[in-house]
Structure formats: C-alpha cells, structure tokens
C-alpha cells in the first residue's frame, strides 16, 4: 500500500442532523451545566426535586462567525490508498483501492476518492463510510458523496447509520455551510433501533430542514411507535434554542406513553415554536387516567445572563406519599444563569417569580426571590465527589398573608466502588420562620434530612439500590425505599417499596418512563 500526504479536511457533516457544532464556519455556543440543588432523590428513582424551581440553569457563551474570502484548505490529512496519483500543477487528486482518510478522529472510507486540492471538492465513488470517534459520534455509510473543505458543502445522494444522538436515514443529503437538508429522511434513536426489525419508534418526513442552533423544520412528518402511525402534520418546527450539549428530542412531540401508581396510565409530549432571535413559545402536556389533563404552555425570552418567561402550567409534588398538584397561572419568572465567582470554582445563582396559585380551596397570589452560592464539586479522589451549597429563599402567599423566610444550606456525597456499586450521603437543612407552606404543594415536611444509600448492578439490564431517609430533628428513620431498575429497550422501569417507618403507611409503587422523550 502506498501512503501519500495531502491536504484535506474529512467529511465531518455527513448530515450531522440537529448539532450546532455542524462545521467550523458556523456560530458556535458552549453550554455549561450546574447541579442547582442537592437533590432529595437518589439514583434508583427518578429525580424530582424538592421545590419547584430546582432546576438546572445553563450558562450560554455565544461565539462570533468565522469568514472566508478564497477557498482554502484547512488541515493535512493522510490518505492511504492501494493506488494514488497527485498533480500539482492542477491540484487533481486520485486515490484508488481501499481509500482511507484520516483526519484528527475521523475516517472516510471508499473504494475510489477523486478530488482537486485547489478547488477544495473531493467525491466518492463507489459507497463511502465516515466514523468518528471510531464511531461513537459518527457512523454513517451510503453510495456517493462530495465535500468541499473550503465552505463546508456537503452533498450525498444517500446517508444513513449513528449521527450522535440519533439514527437517521434519507436521501439527497445536503450542508452548505448553514443549514441541513434532506429528503425522504427517516429519524429514530439507539434505544429504538432495532437493526432486524422496526425501530421501537421512529419520525419520518418528506423534507427535513436544519438550521443549527435554532430549529428544525420538517415538512409532512408522520410520527410512528412501530408500523402505527400516531400523528401526522404538514409541517413540524421544533425549537433548537434551549438545547443542551448539541441534543434535543425529535420525538417529544409524540404522546409517548407511561404509567404510575400514582397517576395511572398517561401520556406525554411537549413541543417549542421559534419565535424572533432569542425566544420560543412552548407546550407540555400530560394526560393521567387518575389526574386527568395537565398542561404547561407559555413563552420564554434568552436574555444574554438569564432566561424570563410567563406561562400556565399544572405540577405535582409530592405531600405524605401523595401526588398533589397545583395550578400556576399567569406565572413570571426571571432566573440567572450559574456564573463562577471570577476564576475561582464558586458558583451564584438566582431568580425571582410571580403569579396567581390554586390549589383546591387555597388560592392566591404567590411571589418568590431566591438566591443561591454553590461550587464545582470536589474531586476527593478517582471515583468520589463532594458537594456544598447555601441559599435564602423567601416566599409571599396571598392566600392567608404569611411571609416564608427560608435560608437552606446542604452537602452530598457521592462515590463508585469498583464497577458495579455506588454509594451517596446527603444532607439537606431548611430553616424556615413559618413551619407550613399554605399549600401542600411546597409544604417542607422534613427541614433536617439525611439520605444515604447505594446501589448494584446485577446484570446489563438490572439494578438494585435502597435509600435511607432519616428525620435528624428527632433522630428517627423516616422511610426506606428499595428499588429494581430494569432496563426495556425503549422504556426504563422502576419498581419501588417503600417501608415508612413514620407513618406505617408502607407502599409499592411502579414507574415505566421512556428514555428519548
């Protein structure tokens, strides 16, 4: 085998559906999570938090755009061939015979590549394979392809295989720099895949338009769990702008469905709609045989430190082993996004909100101010963390006129010991001025808590965990829960009992929660 050295920039956007980081040119943005809060919940359950506005606040780093006046070559990449031929003159490229281009972590495959150094525009002949990471992010096969390395172009009458977070399938696939194409496309993800019979589910659709970092557009998409078709639309946009780390859910629009002791059986879907630069309306709903429907729906605006919105929404908590719900109207919020303190690992945050609460009989004006001093967590060696965090928050009710003061403050442990067990400690303290919440809803039942626990993973697919909660006022076990996680493919189930010490109202309880909605 021959091996030549050339200047070529692999074929990184074969069809990179629905990432921001499509190609160099492009506006970039770097998303930064923070844990806002010491969650109450431990890993064999799902995670709710303890209060309603615990959620996880990113911080947004928006690049400016790179511009290219003449084409020009970017990085030199090894071609390895059985055949090849260069002119220099002309900038004709040649390669024949178990063609591999190497480029950083990326691999083009082909059984024939020809190309011009000047022009920057290269073609397979004769099928292509592209991986990246060895195929962790990336691998995508089809018959031929073109790429141009000086603006990215990319053009391919076939495309199909793992575009990182989905499996995608379609023809005529096309990038010029900007905005994603493709034609008779089909989307499903890995948990659906099924490589011998039908995806799990699936989104298939006429036409499929990306633009990075903002939307997706698909034209007469039709939504499928198997070969039946639940939904179908003349046309789909589904916001980009709230995305995390390049991924979002195609398939949130879909009424997946789910099930609960407590709620019964369900559905659920959720949508975003673009609207100007920075904003997005958005829809969440949920239907429950036992709770009936619960929507949330609204706007929200990216300012460049915080994100605001006004919306209606219906959430649960959890009071005494109950599901409650309360109903959220007309409410406006304003959170910051996690800032660190200079250079240092220290992280504040904060936010402020108001609407009108209903809760059955109690009803009234609810306003809130929180703010909230964290840091990275603490490396204590390979597989161990520790984590503080310290905050007030101080809540208004309308209702009776009672004023909430609550400064809080907490730590969480959490470690991996060898390949199959973790174990976690935390404590969370709520010093609140007025013992009760009016409502139910954000009613502190346990000011002083501690949970401790751990997990083991039996098999690929099985797991078990038990998680201790301890009353520290009085010093007393409050419950313990004892967890089988199974994994269903497309579906994770939890089967949960719980021994309540306090109340000796012991319960079993099942969850099944699909994993791509």
Not at 363 to 372: D, I, V
């Amino acid at each position: 085998m021959r091996k030549r050295k050339v200047q070529w920039l692999a074929a990184a956007c074969v069809f990179c559906l629905a990432q921001p980081v499509w190609a160099a040119t492009e506006s970039t943005t770097v998303y930064q999570d923070q844990l806002d809060s010491v969650d109450q919940s431990y890993l064999g359950e799902i995670s709710k938090a303890s209060t309603p506005d615990n959620s996880n606040i990113r911080v947004v780093r928006r690049g400016e755009k790179a511009k290219s006046d003449q084409p020009t070559e970017q990085l030199p990449t090894r071609i390895d061939a059985d055949k090849m031929s260069y002119i220099g003159s002309t900038g004709d490229v040649y390669a024949q015979g178990d063609v591999v281009v190497t480029q950083g972590n990326q691999t083009l495959m082909s059984p024939r590549i020809e190309g011009n150094t000047k022009t920057t525009e290269y073609r397979t002949v004769g099928g292509y394979h592209f991986l990246e990471n060895g195929g962790k992010t990336k691998d995508i096969t089809g018959q031929n392809m073109t790429y141009r390395t000086s603006d990215h172009h990319f053009t391919a009458d076939q495309a199909f295989g793992w575009n990182d977070p989905y499996y995608v399938k379609g023809q005529n696939a096309t990038f010029d720099g900007e905005t994603g194409h493709m034609e008779k496309g089909m989307v499903t993800t890995k948990h659906a895949m099924a490589f011998k019979h039908t995806p799990d589910y699936r989104v298939e659709g006429q036409d499929i338009k990306v633009y990075p970092g903002d939307k997706v557009v698909i034209k007469k998409p039709s939504f499928y769990i198997k070969n039946f078709k639940v939904l179908s639309l003349p046309s789909y946009t589904a916001s980009l702008r709230h995305d995390k780390e390049g991924k979002f859910s195609i398939f949130s629009l879909v009424p997946k469905p789910t099930y609960s002791s407590d709620d019964g059986i369900g559905l659920h879907g959720s949508t975003e709609y673009p609207i100007g630069k920075h904003g997005e309306a958005y829809i969440d709903y949920r239907w429950y045989s036992k709770s009936g429907f619960k929507p949330k729906v609204g706007y929200r605006h990216y300012l460049p430190w915080a994100t605001a919105s006004i919306g209606y929404s219906k959430e649960s908590n959890e009071y005494n082993d109950e599901t409650v719900w309360v109903e959220k109207i007309g409410e406006v919020r304003l959170d910051t996004h996690t800032y660190h303190v200079g250079k240092s690992p220290v992280t504040v945050r904060g936010g402020v909100n108001a609407g009108y609460w209903k809760e059955g009989s109690v009803k009234g004006s609810h306003k809130e101010y929180y703010t909230e001093v964290s840091h990275d967590p603490i490396k204590l060696w390979k597989n161990a963390d520790l984590r503080f965090l310290g905050g007030y928050q101080r809540d208004y009710y309308g209702y009776n006129g009672t004023i909430r003061s609550m400064p809080y403050w907490g730590a969480r442990f959490q470690s991996k010991v060898g390949n199959r067990a973790n174990v976690w400690v935390s404590y969370n303290q709520r010093n609140i001025s007025y013992n009760n919440s009016p409502y139910r809803f954000d009613t502190t039942e346990l000011p002083k808590e501690l949970i401790y626990g751990g997990s083991y993973k039996l098999t690929r697919l099985d797991d078990v965990s038990v998680s201790v909660k301890t009353n520290m006022m009085s010093g007393d076990i409050d419950s313990v829960y004892y967890t089988w996680h199974r994994d269903l493919h497309s579906f994770d189930m939890y089967l949960t009992y719980k021994d309540a010490h306090r109340s000796n109202n012991d319960q079993w309880k099942i969850k099944f929660v699909g994993k791509d909605f």
